[in-house]
């Protein structure tokens, strides 16, 4: 940790952990599907060029969930998180979730590395959309005009997660770095820990988990679910919510 007194960075990833407690599912269940679904054919590329229509489908459900949900005490610690922190140093919080809890708990320093739920992307001139209702493989795109452009603005398995010069960045500048409710197995994210152990800062790592990875990394793990776990951090870190 720096010397009092010293402006301090921190970077704090999410995974599924945090959006479970408000009722949206993890990615899969033991036996390999999400939500009854192969991964190859509603998270890949090739699953999309197959079938477009079965993977709007997909998306579609998982959009329509977001109506019947809402952020959880973690969410809302970590948007009081960062208007605490302004003046102290600077504050990213990256999500590998797709979803907007987030957004709506009130976080803005916020980068969506998996892409968005409530997004679409033209495949011919690149424009990202706001979309709040049901997706079809038909659609045009309002900035190009093409047809069938139109497909959901996530990452998928075998593509580049998004914002990744800005994510080393900031991990390379970090006093501090938390992981929340995060597998450590899913690559780039998992080595995110390590980039910032190794940063030369001497940053302070911690974890929160109600299962703890393991990772031995970390300098203070919290085994509690995000909603617990998230405050207690804040607790640490001299911060109230």
């Not at 993977?55 to 459900?61: A, E, G, P, R, T």
């Not at 979309?131 to 075998?158: E, Q, S």
């Not at 690559?187 to 109600?210: D, K, Q, S, V, W």
């Amino acid at each position: 940790m720096m010397a009092s007194g010293m402006r301090r960075n921190l970077v704090v990833l999410t995974g599924a952990g945090i959006s479970a407690e408000s009722g949206i599912s993890t990615f899969r269940d033991a036996g390999g599907l999400w939500e009854g679904h192969r991964i190859e054919d509603v998270a890949t590329p090739e699953g999309y060029a197959r079938d477009p229509a079965l993977v709007h489908h997909f998306y579609n459900q998982r959009r329509a969930q977001l109506h019947e949900v809402t952020p959880n005490a973690a969410h809302m610690a970590l948007a009081a998180l960062e208007r605490a922190w302004a003046g102290q140093g600077s504050f990213l919080l990256v999500t590998q979730n797709v979803d907007d809890l987030h957004e709506r708990a009130g976080s803005r320093n916020l980068l969506h590395m998996h892409g968005q739920l409530r997004k679409l992307r033209c495949t011919a001139c690149g424009e990202v959309h706001t979309y709040l209702t049901d997706a079809t493989p038909g659609m045009a795109c309002a900035a190009c005009g093409r047809m069938g452009t139109l497909r959901p603005d996530i990452v998928w398995f075998g593509e580049m997660p998004y914002h990744m010069d800005d994510i080393l960045t900031a991990l390379d500048a970090a006093d501090v770095f938390c992981a929340i409710g995060t597998s450590g197995v899913v690559y780039p994210a998992a080595g995110f820990a390590a980039e910032a152990r190794h940063n030369g800062r001497g940053c302070e790592l911690y974890e929160i988990n109600p299962k703890p990875t393991g990772a031995g990394l970390y300098d203070h793990v919290i085994a509690a679910p995000a909603t617990h776990g998230v405050p207690a951090f804040l607790d640490r870190l001299g911060i109230t919510g």
